[in-house]
């Protein structure tokens, strides 16, 4: 039998290109992960609407 490991929202945030797509996760408070998946557009959308927030 295979070890099973909990699932944590420990570890950094992640953002990996699959199919033609980008999936990004997201660590949670309080443990798990939020799990979005953008397309390229999107994902252009949100890096600009993020930098405009931090600036």
């Given at each position: ?11 950094p ?14 660590p949670?408070?309080g443990?798990?992960r ?8 999107e994902a ?9 927030a931090?600036?």
């Amino acid at each position: 039998m295979a070890a099973m490991k909990p699932r944590t929202g420990d570890g950094p945030m992640e953002v990996t290109k699959e199919g033609r797509g980008y999936v990004m996760r997201v660590p949670l408070e309080g443990g798990g992960r939020l799990v979005v998946e953008l397309n390229a557009t999107e994902a252009t959308e949100l890096g600009d609407k993020l930098i405009e927030a931090v600036v």
